[in-house]
């Protein structure tokens, strides 16, 4: 299917725990980005990708991996779950970084016990 | 670094009624200001965008915008609200650094449309 998703859609990890979150678009775009999003705080980006092997942090990188070996996936780890990492997870792709739209995916809820 | 303000964490306005949403952002440069909107459970959809031309933008679902430099903001607009219109919306800068783009969004209004 054309788009952007997200797997899983739910999660329940358990603190210390490595999880990966993964997001796939199909547009070829050259932009992806994570963003968290927590009550209270809007989106706040995690980190960012200008292409394939370029990766970039953001606002709140600190307990997240990222990786861009191929141009449509960009999978983001969390190397050891805390509480503190509970959230609804925003992937988003976009074929410019500048004036264009981000096309977001569907979202990932993650709980960390 | 660019920052985006929504200063109302939460509007209630009656069908029919017109509604605008406050945005302000800060940074010297020309700004890239988006609209978003997220429905409960879904991602987020874009409205409208603005970067550069004519100051009044028009979006999808009857939303406009209008970009006042001297005023730094970028507020939202409808006529008429409608039901379906209840959701939460976000402004967004996104601003281009060299070879990367990085984005600052607001941390949203949530719209209560009353019957």
């Known amino acids: 299917d054309a788009g952007i998703t997200q797997s899983p859609r739910y999660k329940i990890t358990e603190t210390g725990r490595q999880v990966t979150l993964m997001c796939h678009q199909t547009w070829s775009h050259s932009y992806m980005f994570w963003y968290r999003q927590d009550l209270g705080h809007g989106l706040r980006l995690i980190y960012y990708s200008a292409a394939a092997d370029i990766t970039d942090k953001g606002e709140v990188p600190d307990g997240y991996v990222v990786s861009r070996s191929k141009t449509e996936n960009f999978p983001l780890t969390l190397e050891s779950a805390t509480r503190s990492q509970t959230s609804v997870y925003f992937c988003?792709?976009?074929?410019?970084?500048?004036?264009?739209?981000?096309?977001f995916g569907p979202g990932t809820r993650l709980t960390v016990t | 670094a660019q920052s985006v303000t929504q200063p109302d964490i939460h509007i209630t306005v009656s069908e029919g009624a017109s509604l605008e949403l406050r945005c302000n952002y800060s940074?010297?440069?020309?700004?890239?200001l988006f609209w978003y909107v997220q429905s409960p459970g879904q991602g987020l959809q874009l409205l409208l965008k603005y970067f550069s031309g004519d100051t009044l933008v028009q979006g999808i679902k009857g939303f406009e915008a209008e970009f006042k430099r001297s005023q730094s903001s970028f507020n939202l607009r409808k006529p008429s609200v409608h039901w379906s219109d209840a959701a939460e919306y976000f402004c967004a800068d996104v601003r281009h650094n060299t070879n990367a783009g990085k984005s600052t969004f607001g941390d949203g209004t949530t719209l209560t449309v009353k019957p």
């Open positions: 988003a792709s976009s074929s410019s970084g500048t004036g264009n739209e981000q096309y």
């Open positions: 940074y010297g440069a020309t700004p890239y």
